[in-house]
């Protein structure tokens, strides 16, 4: 599936494109075309849809590990069966992909976490993680945009601010861009 939704904006009834992490969610005008035709043209456009080619921008974002309030950097690199060293210099050691923007603006769910970082989610989530917390949830890492309930593992702090409302374009990312996180022993 291309950023713009690809063949999906092309038909007709097709109000508005969400794309997400493995899905996509389409609003229509059933006045327009019945909800049958409609999931029709939709599963072709699916199967004959690509990934995306277009590379977005690159950000770095740096992260101090471990001083996320809570941290549970010590789970997660148990749950590899590493150091924190090790699971630090993993975590850094790849250039992730916005997949999508979701659940609270400027949320990017990135994709690419190498298969031994996927720690399960908490059984419990926190009612407040602070923004700015990097955090991992199954397979995917992310940065916390604002104070926001999460059950993510948090692993370390940034204090980029991937959501502003003021900014021209308030999320710092979208669709398509990569992220590549950079070990700091302070936000200075």
């Known amino acids: 599936m291309c950023r713009e939704g690809g063949a ?14 493995n899905n ?5 005008d059933p006045q327009e ?8 043209l939709l599963v072709r456009a699916w199967s004959q849809a690509a990934p995306s ?21 010590e789970t997660v690199a148990s749950n590899a069966n ?14 992730y992909h916005v997949a999508c923007i979701g659940s609270v603006p400027g949320f990017a769910y990135l994709v690419g976490l190498p298969d031994p970082l996927a720690t399960p989610r908490r059984t419990v989530p926190r009612t407040r993680v602070p923004k700015g ?13 604002m104070d926001m309930p999460s059950g993510w ?22 669709p398509g861009d990569r992220v ?3 070990s700091k022993s302070s936000l200075k």
């Open 33 to 40: 075309k019945h909800p049958s035709e409609l999931k029709e």
């Open 24 to 28: 996509v969610l389409v609003s229509f």
């Open 153 to 174: 593992n948090l692993i370390g702090m940034t204090h980029l601010d991937l959501f502003d409302p003021q900014r021209d374009t308030p999320s710092l990312l979208s």
């Open 53 to 73: 080619t277009v590379k977005g921008k690159l950000l770095e974002v740096p992260v101090v590990y471990g001083m996320a309030e809570g941290s549970e950097l």
């Open 8 to 21: 999906l904006v092309k038909i007709q009834s097709v109000r508005h494109i969400q794309l997400g992490v």
């Open 82 to 95: 590493m150091s924190i060293e090790e699971t630090i210099a993993l975590h850094t050691s790849v250039e």
């Open 133 to 145: 917390a990097v955090g991992i949830g199954g397979p995917q890492t992310g940065v916390m945009p």
């Open 180 to 182: 590549r996180f950079i």
